[in-house]
């Protein structure tokens, strides 16, 4: 390796992990996350001669992030969770619904132990599909300026437009993301006794196929949703009423395994029928937890996604 190349990669490797945070955050995906670090890494480096300094590599390469985003939304377009799709269903006992292949679903980020902290709030899976209802430019002034920390001027450069249109974005982009995901304000810290004593109550309650435990556990206003199904529910009563119907009895819940990446910084869990082999996964239920209970679960039955996670299918 060259003086020019090792002069690059000490500037850009510790960057990774956030620039794959932005790319995630634009692009809904892991997967489609780590093709556009590939491309922004692979852009920068070619037109490293030419970075004058004109503003920190870091911005910089923020900058060429946000432009290989936007290339990758136009050619595959956006992301959506069940719940960004229609109403919910109000018939818990009917077998849910599949709709067509062409709608691609946010899929898990995972997320290394050492980094929930600091990225938790930034990528939990309801910040990021709200994020997918705006359209990608504002989408990208908003990740920008109010996650990567750009000056409005930066943005500016870095889009081709101007500090009044960039401010416009922004102030638009938060109205919208505070109506379709506002912060919530009792999350807790992770290691909170009342998010712990929650997290194995709600275990408790798949172990001992007990619906009264596990209704004790969820918040009024739970959701439910299950990916590829577009059928997704709303509501303490629908939300208890399917789990029981459906899940209760048949699997298990188990932590993923300690220094396991978490999905999205968020508690993780693997649902499994086989009592021996918690690597061996029906899905992956990942939840939105508060201090009063439990207010999503999102349940993700795609076995394409486990394998980052440390699991397999079970059969």
Known sequence: MGQRDQEFAGLAEPLRAE??????????????????VQETYLRAWRAYDRFEGRSSFRVWLHQIAANACLRAVEQRGRRAMPS????????????????APEVRWIQPLPVDPADVVGLREHVRLAFVAALQHLPARQRAVLILRDVAGLRAEEVADALGTTTIAVNSSLRRARAQLARRAPAPDDLGEPDDPRRLALLDRYVAAFRHADIGLLTAVLREDVTLEMPPHATWFAGRGAVAGFLGAHVLGRFRAAPLPAGRPSANGQPTFVFSSDVDRDDQAHALHVLDVTTTGVAGIHVFLQPELFAPFGLTASR
Request: aromatic content about 6%; overall charge negative; glycine content about 14%.
């Open 84 to 99: 960004g799709l229609g109403a919910p269903d109000g018939a818990w006992d009917d077998q849910p619904l599949v709709v």
């Open 19 to 36: 620039i794959l945070g932005h790319c995630y955050r634009m692009l809904g995906s892991a997967a489609d996350a780590e093709d556009a």
